[in-house]
């Protein structure tokens, strides 16, 4: 049994940052492997991000490759989403994932929303 939080949401201008934590709880974090994805109301559920449990292999969503950077802290057991030149279509709301040994958890959500 894992909890994620995820935090570092908020309102952005086209161009602007953001990042967006997910604190994880237990012992055991650096066996997850962790992904983010994204919601827009009246669309499904897409992936963003995904790092594996060490950090050495990662990988994005064309949408956003070049701009956002998913990175993990073990020590911290957080993982993170680094969001530059964000576009309006990059709003949504963001869900942190981990998975391990075919279970799979979700954080609440935090909602991003970038203005023109």
């Known amino acids: 049994q894992v909890q994620l939080v995820e935090s570092g949401g908020g309102l952005v201008q086209t161009g602007g940052s953001l990042r967006l934590s997910c604190a994880a709880s237990?012992?055991?974090?650096?066996?997850?492997?962790m992904a983010w994805f994204r919601q827009v109301s009246g669309k499904e559920r897409e992936l963003v991000a995904a790092?594996?449990?060490?950090?050495?292999?990662?990988s994005y969503a064309d949408s956003v490759k070049g701009r956002f950077t998913i990175s993990r802290d073990n020590a911290k057991n957080t993982v993170y989403l680094q969001m530059n030149s964000l576009k309006s279509e990059d709003t949504a709301v963001y869900y942190c994932q981990a998975s391990q040994s075919g279970v799979t958890y979700w954080g609440q959500g935090t909602q991003v929303t970038v203005s023109s």
């Open positions: 790092i594996s449990w060490s950090g050495g292999s990662t």
């Open positions: 237990g012992r055991t974090f650096s066996s997850y492997v």
